[in-house]
C-alpha cells in the first residue's frame, strides 16, 4: 500500500492570509496523504483553519508555499482553466449548506456539474441513479424549498457525485442536521466512499461522526496530528 502514490498529498504547506497586524499562518507545514477509497475526518477547534486545508485540498485556494499533488501531478501550478477542468471531473464538494439552485429541481440541481464541460449524454441517467441511491428518486421534481434540510444536504452529495470524482471533500457536511441527520449522512456518504470507492475527507465538529470514519486527524496550532488510524 505505502509505495503506491497516494491519491492527494500535501507537502509542507503553509497558509498565510495577509491582513491586518502581523499574518499569522493559519497553515504551519502541513504533511497529508490520503489513499484512494480511503475515509478520514478533521477535527479541531473553531477557526483553526479546517476550511483552509480543504479548500487547498480541493483547489479552490492555493498555499502560501508547499505542494499538493494528486495522482502524483502537481495542481498547484495548473492554470485557471486546467485547475477547474481537473476540479470538475475529479473532485466533489459538499458543504454544510446546500447550496442548491432554489429555481432548479433535485434533478436539475444534480446534473448542473455536468452542464460545465462534458456533453449530458449519460447524464441524466447518472442523475437519476444517484438520487435513487440517496433515497430521493420519488423527490426528482421537488425543488429544494419543498424539500427537508436532510434531503437537500442529499441532493447535494447526488450532485457532488455526479462526475464521479475520486475525492469527495465535506465541510462540515453534517453541520446544520439535527444528531440523527447527521450520523445517517455519514453513513450514507460511507456507504458511497466503499461502493463507489472515493475517497472521503470531512471535516466535523463531531466526535461522534468523526468516529464513524477511517482515521481522525486533528488540526492544532497550523499542524495536524493523527489522532487515530493512519500515520501522516
Ligand atoms: P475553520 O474552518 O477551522 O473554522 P477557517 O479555515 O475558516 O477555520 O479559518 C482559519 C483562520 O483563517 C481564521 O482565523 C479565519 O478568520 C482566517 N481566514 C479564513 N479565510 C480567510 C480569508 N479569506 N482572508 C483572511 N483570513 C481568513
Ligand atoms: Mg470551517
Redesign the pocket.
Given at each position: 500500500m505505502s509505495e503506491q502514490v497516494p491519491l492527494l498529498e500535501l507537502r509542507r504547506v503553509f497558509k498565510t492570509?495577509?491582513?491586518a497586524g502581523e499574518p499569522a499562518p493559519?497553515l504551519n507545514g502541513v504533511d497529508l496523504r490520503v489513499a484512494s477509497g480511503e475515509s478520514l475526518a478533521i477535527i479541531?477547534?473553531?477557526?483553526?483553519?479546517?476550511?483552509?486545508?480543504l479548500?487547498i485540498m480541493g483547489t479552490l485556494d492555493a498555499p502560501t508555499s508547499g505542494t499538493v499533488t494528486f495522482d502524483g501531478r502537481d495542481v498547484v501550478t495548473l492554470n485557471d482553466r486546467e485547475r477547474a477542468e481537473f476540479r470538475n471531473r475529479s473532485i466533489g464538494f459538499v458543504f454544510q449548506f446546500h447550496h442548491l439552485l432554489p429555481q432548479c429541481t433535485a434533478l436539475e440541481n444534480v446534473l448542473v456539474p455536468t452542464l460545465v464541460n462534458r456533453q449530458a449524454k449519460d447524464a441524466r441517467e447518472r442523475g437519476m441513479h444517484l438520487l435513487e441511491r440517496v433515497g430521493l428518486a420519488n423527490r426528482k421534481d421537488a425543488r429544494p424549498g419543498e424539500l427537508s434540510g436532510g434531503e437537500c444536504q442529499r441532493v447535494a452529495v447526488a450532485r457532488a457525485l455526479i462526475n464521479t470524482p475520486r475525492i469527495l471533500l465535506a465541510?462540515e457536511p453534517t453541520g446544520s442536521l439535527s444528531r440523527e441527520g447527521a450520523l445517517d449522512l455519514t453513513k450514507l456518504l460511507l456507504e458511497l466512499n466503499q461502493e463507489e470507492r472515493i475517497a472521503l475527507v470531512a471535516?466535523t465538529h463531531s466526535l461522534e461522526v468523526a468516529a464513524m470514519l477511517g482515521c481522525i486527524y486533528e488540526?492544532n496550532g497550523g499542524a495536524l496530528t493523527a489522532r487515530r488510524g493512519n500515520a501522516v
Open positions: 492570509y495577509p491582513g493559519v479541531g477547534p473553531s477557526g483553526c483553519g479546517k476550511s483552509t486545508l479548500n465541510d471535516v488540526l
